[in-house]
């Protein structure tokens, strides 16, 4: 198991599992089409400018470099934008990966490792919640990558030789801890880096969406996890295949949740600036409490987190942000 391509390598996500992957011995190949990803961000082996849509290109690099398994990142992320261009989302989630997998099919390489999402749940009903818990998504954003885990668990039904790993992420933050790779998003709409943007000034304040949450203090709870804890998840999900493991779903987060005014007071003191934050309505589609239950991935794939420390995420995150402004002057 040591080439391994990766879709969506010089994205966020990406970009820290690359590294990653690179730091524990294994070939990389990034295939990304360098939509919202960078260059810069792919830290280790190398990168083909391409499109998933373009089967063709697609069918090559994969017969060239004939990887032991895949790793699937290239999506697209924004909820908000889902509900407004659902068809965008089936295209980018669900059939590109459709075509990645029928890819994968037809030169017999039969591991994945796939990036899917809290947001599959929907508004769950028990917290912290399990991976059996409903499928419920309440946007297109959720169900278009609910889709494609259904395709993998039909493809592992027919296939005895293709085995896979979901992992549902939960809310994703922090950087780098040597800051060379972190989230660059042209429209940020998460709650980290639009509070530390606000820090730096970028916004004139942080809007708090919805203070009547039936919570302890009225705003959303949310399972902060950092990006190299949720990279080694997948070196973890990788070795698990190579030793002959079986197909499986785990939830990638904590086991316990911050609420939005506890992210904005740890921010405040992490970056020592008390930035401007008014109270807003609700934002829709959020559900009110989102955290996961991680015994799964622990117990199966031994997953150690190393970083479940808001303060140490939001260090990461702002010595990454202040590096980002630096650089655009
Ligand atoms: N929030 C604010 N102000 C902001 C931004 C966010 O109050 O400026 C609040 C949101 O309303 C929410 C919480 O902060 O209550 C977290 O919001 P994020 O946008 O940071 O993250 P989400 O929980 O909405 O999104 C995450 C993943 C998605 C996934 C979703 C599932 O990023 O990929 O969980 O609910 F789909």
Request: charged share 25%; net charge negative; aromatic share 8%.
């Amino acid at each position: 198991m040591k080439r391994i391509l990766v879709t969506g390598g010089a994205g966020y996500i990406g970009s820290h599992v690359v590294k990653a992957l690179g730091e524990a011995g294994y070939e990389v190949l990034t295939y990304d089409n360098l939509s919202t990803g960078n260059r810069w961000a792919v830290l280790s082996g190398r990168l083909v400018e391409g499109d998933l849509a373009d089967r063709e290109r697609l069918s090559r690099v994969v017969a060239d470099f004939r990887p032991a398994a895949v790793m699937h990142f290239a999506a697209a992320i924004e909820v908000g934008e889902s509900v407004t261009n659902p068809l965008k989302y089936y295209r980018n989630n669900t059939v590109n990966a459709l075509n990645l997998i029928e890819v994968m099919r037809e030169q017999r390489i039969d591991r994945m490792i796939f990036s899917s999402t809290a947001a599959v749940y929907g508004i769950p009903e028990v917290i912290p919640v399990a991976e059996g818990a409903p499928l419920a998504p309440i946007n297109p954003y959720g169900a278009s990558k609910m889709m494609t885990e259904r395709l993998l668990a039909d493809l592992d039904q027919a296939d005895e030789n293709f085995q896979y790993i979901a992992l549902r992420y939960f809310n994703v933050a922090g950087a780098d801890a040597q800051c060379r790779i972190g989230q660059d998003y042209k429209n940020p709409t998460h709650l980290i880096t639009r509070a530390l943007k606000t820090a730096l000034g970028q916004f004139n304040q942080l809007q708090i969406f919805g203070t009547d949450y039936p919570t302890p203090d009225g705003t959303c709870i949310r399972d902060y996890i950092h990006v190299d804890d949720l990279a080694e998840a997948h070196l973890v999900a990788l070795r698990h295949l190579g030793a002959g493991g079986r197909s499986g779903i785990y939830n990638c987060g904590y086991g316990h949740g911050f609420s939005v005014r506890e992210v904005v007071e740890a921010a405040k003191k992490v970056t020592g600036i008390d930035f401007p934050v008014v109270e807003a309505a609700r934002r829709e589609g959020d559900p009110p409490n989102l955290i996961a239950d991680n015994r799964e991935i622990v117990a199966a794939l031994g997953w150690k987190p190393r970083f479940d420390d808001l303060d140490y995420i939001l260090r990461t995150a702002w010595d990454w942000e202040r590096k980002l402004a630096s650089r655009q002057g």
